[in-house]
């Protein structure tokens, strides 16, 4: 099966074409063409994601990253009139969307494919709806069924992917699974049965920890997202042997159940940071230390014992903040200790992309046919 998949959840534009082949015993897939624009740079200004500003962005990349991933040679399918006057109503939140549509979709040859799969939730809802328009106005014109996709069962399978290649050895999951999804967004333990049987056995009662990073970040003066600078001057201090002078607690590590809290740890950063005052570069290196200590204690400590409760034989890591190197190595260690397997992400598809969205698609076309999408919806808090 042929995948054209779309992703615009958050601030970044993604689309993918995948081949995809098996069930959910054993599948394999390759990726045939990948193009995503990340937004970072436009957000950065405003301390972190300005929705209106993300919905317009998606607005203006999706077709110039469609035409990067398809054959523009003039041979597209002609827009009747007719067609045109659904697509205007279905575009019309969308103007930019649509001009682009009108003037490129006939110059852009038909790609091979047989779904289209959209993210449509969770997420921000002005711009989970423009991939959802695109996803619809492609499927009209290219007569071509959707499937809707939760973003978090594209972070599950975003561990799929090696190098953009197939990746046979990975098939081969043992069940029950274990997945800790940490993004911007999420903190959640799922256990997974089977494709598609997940339960969420744990969650943050406030923040999620990747909020956690960027909120420590603008604390310490430091540029959207800050999960990546916290991470870089956390390894500084550890290059350079620093031991912090400062404690942070560890919320709910020992509360005995699978939640997190990361607010408490954000507000002690907070105080922290007040009672310094001015704060030199290897103080902000111990504060990042100490922050991503105490984040990653928590982390190891609740996905242990949710492997352990749930006697899980694989862990699965999805979300953008296990590009964090620090937490990769003590997720990894932790799993060795206990004798199971452990499937991380490349560090570049652990943040949001299109690939994922489209192996997820793919996952759920398991148990769920795709459709001609007339009733698709953005659900901004969809669950798993
Ligand atoms: O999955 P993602 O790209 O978007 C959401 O669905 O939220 O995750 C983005 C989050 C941000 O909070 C960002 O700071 C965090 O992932 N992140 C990191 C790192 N790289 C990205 N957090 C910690 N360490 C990193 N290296
Ligand atoms: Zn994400």
Redesign the pocket.
Known sequence: MKILSIET??D?TALAILDASGNEKGFKFKVNNTALYSQIEKHKEYGGVFPSLAKREHALNLIPLLTEITVVNGNGVEISEETKKELTEMLDREPDLLKAFLEYIPKISKPDIDMIAVTTGP?LEPALWVGINFARALSLVWQTPIMPVN?MEG?IASVMVEAEEISPEIQDIAFPAIALLI????TQLVKIDSWGKYEIIGSTRDDAV??A??KTARLLGLPY????E??KLAQEARNMGLVPSIEFPRPMINSGDLNFSFSGLKTSVLYTVKKIGELDENMKKEIALEFENAATDVLVTKTKKAIEDSNAQTLIVG???I???F?RENLTTMTDSLGIQILLPSRDL???NAIMIGIAGFIKSFREKPAMGANLKAIGNLSL
């Open positions: 959840s958050c970044e997420g973003h972070h993004s911007g967004g999420h990747g909020e990073f960027d997202p800050g999960g990546p916290i991470s979300g953008g903040v590009a964090n190197r937490i652990s943040t949001d």
